[in-house]
T-cell receptor, first 116, second 114 residues
Framework: EAGVTQFPSHSVIEKGQTVTLRCDPI?????LYWYRRVMGKEIKFLLH????????ESGMPNNRFLAERTGGTYSTLKVQPAELEDSGVYFC??????????????FGQGTRLTVV | AQSVTQLDSQVPVFEEAPVELRCNYS??????LFWYVQYPNQGLQLLLK??????LVKGINGFEAEFNKSQTSFHLRKPSVHISDTAEYFC????????????FGSGTRLSIRP
């Protein structure tokens, strides 16, 4: 079974440009999450999809960030326009059910975004 | 609000020595507790979790953690480390009532010296 896959693994863009990150969850996982780690700090929650619906987007930093999950399969996270403080590692995770009790959330390798 | 504190950003130890990675949390409600590990160039992987029951939890690769409610701690231990344990370790919590958010600590980088 393939794990959570994220594209690209690295991205370097200039301030003001647009970048789109993609996450392919494990097949059959309705729950998909985005997290971000900035400059070696803690990993912070961004949002949670259940199928194609946004269940919780309280962690999205501002309206320059747009997440979508059309059809309830893969998800994209677009940053437009990118700012220097958006640099960091963006993790995606998926699970069959929310990650409480007996359900595990599986994480991808992350996308390292550098805004210069 | 919940928070997770990992007091040590880096822990160097010699191979075959014991190690303890410290984690304290603060929460006004009950939480589930986790340790995740990130090996170089890999994603986060669940090491172990505490949901209820016995306060001593055993995980993969010989790691264990003990939940101490009075001290609000969930320290990770291994009696004898190997070079392959070189990684970054993250303590995390989830509120009982939250279906979404894993709240992570800032991570502890474990480096093993031969």
């Amino acid at each position: 079974e393939a794990g959570v896959t994220q594209f690209p693994s690295h991205s370097v863009i200039e301030k003001g440009q647009t970048v789109t990150l993609r996450c392919d969850p494990i097949s059959g996982h309705d729950n998909l999450y985005w997290y971000r780690r900035v400059m070696g700090k803690e990993i912070k929650f961004l949002l949670h999809f259940v199928k194609e619906s946004k269940q919780d987007e309280s962690g999205m930093p501002n309206n320059r960030f747009l997440a979508e999950r059309t059809g309830g399969t893969y998800s994209t996270l677009k940053v437009q326009p990118a700012e220097l403080e958006d640099s960091g590692v963006y993790f995606c995770a998926s699970s069959r059910r929310p990650p409480q009790s007996d359900t595990e959330a599986f994480f991808g390798q992350g996308t390292r975004l550098t805004v210069v | 609000a919940q928070s997770v504190t990992q007091l040590d950003s880096q822990v160097p130890v010699f191979e075959e020595a014991p190690v303890e990675l410290r984690c304290n949390y603060s929460s006004s409600v009950s939480v589930y507790l986790f340790w995740y590990v990130q090996y170089p160039n890999q994603g986060l992987q669940l090491l172990l979790k505490y949901l209820s029951g016995s306060t001593l939890v055993k995980g993969i690769n010989g790691f264990e953690a003990e939940f101490n409610k009075s001290q609000t701690s969930f320290h990770l231990r291994k009696p004898s480390v190997h070079i392959s344990d070189t990684a970054e370790y993250f303590c995390a919590v989830i509120r009982y009532s939250s279906a979404s958010k894993i709240i992570f600590g800032s991570g502890t980088r474990l480096s093993i010296r031969p």
